[in-house]
């Protein structure tokens, strides 16, 4: 299928998604999908579409990829937001 790949995992992903489930949001890993997103959170009626980009990389090195960006471009539903760490991942939640 086109659509799968070896993942290639932010370090940080794990944390941010045990952090988000502690907080009571359902949490599905989407990070082997290609062209897509990391991660579809749950909480409170609100779906939120992430991408998940290592904090600790130079700003070079956490840009979208080309099939991210044209995914996010192109999607029309959904709130699309992309975090670096488990701070942001409760903020977004919590706004």
């Not at 794990?14 to 999908?33: D, F, H, M, W, Y």
């Amino acid at each position: 299928m086109g659509f799968r790949r070896k993942a290639k995992v932010d370090k940080n992903q794990n944390e941010i998604v045990q952090a988000l489930r502690k907080a009571g949001a359902s949490v599905l890993i989407t990070s082997q999908l290609k062209n897509c997103f990391d991660i579809l959170v749950g909480f409170q009626g609100v779906n939120y579409i992430v991408a998940i980009k290592d904090g600790d990389l130079p700003p070079s090195q956490k840009k979208l990829s080309e099939g991210e960006l044209n995914f996010k471009d192109n999607w029309r539903g959904g709130q699309y937001h992309v975090i670096e760490s488990v701070e942001e991942a409760l903020k977004m939640i919590n706004q």
